[in-house]
């Protein structure tokens, strides 16, 4: 016999969950938006790596990650498009895990160390950006409520 799964609606009415998810989305989308801000801070040699890596565009692929990461780290922190900000966010960390970080082809030990910390912390940069999307659509504490969906 399987068991059966049940889904309940978000609810946030354990003691202090409004703002411990509050404190969850500012620690997160702080993090990715500062990380968005040395894309613009840093931008030769973000650029020079992703031409390395063989991006197309290199700059103009910096510039546009810089973008999403601020806005889309803005956006979840505050809670404004929050469906947009948590979507743009776990779509450009799995690529840049999967483009920017292919640990799998480097052959220097420490190279590939570097690489695969950085692609893991994509990843699971990734799934949060997912769960926050799973909720994105149910009312956020202390956001500001504003949305395409």
Do not use: C
Request: aromatic letters at 12%; proline letters at 5%; charged letters at 10%.
């Amino acid at each position: 016999m399987l068991a059966e799964f049940t889904t309940l609606p978000l609810q946030f009415d354990a003691p202090l969950a409004d703002e411990l998810f509050l404190l969850g989305r500012i620690i997160f989308g702080a993090t990715l938006a500062f990380m968005g801000l040395n894309h613009f801070m840093d931008l030769e040699t973000m650029a020079g790596y992703a031409e390395f890596k063989g991006l197309p565009a290199p700059q103009f692929s910096v510039i546009a990650s810089g973008v999403v990461l601020v806005l889309g780290g803005l956006g979840v922190a505050a809670g404004a498009f929050p469906v947009l900000s948590a979507g743009a966010l776990a779509f450009f960390l799995l690529a840049s895990a999967v483009t920017m970080h292919d640990f799998w082809s480097m052959d220097d030990p420490e190279e590939k160390q570097n690489e695969m910390t950085s692609f893991l912390k994509n990843v699971y940069g990734a799934g949060a950006a997912l769960a926050l999307l799973a909720v994105g659509g149910s009312a956020w504490p202390y956001a500001i409520g504003i949305g395409l969906f």
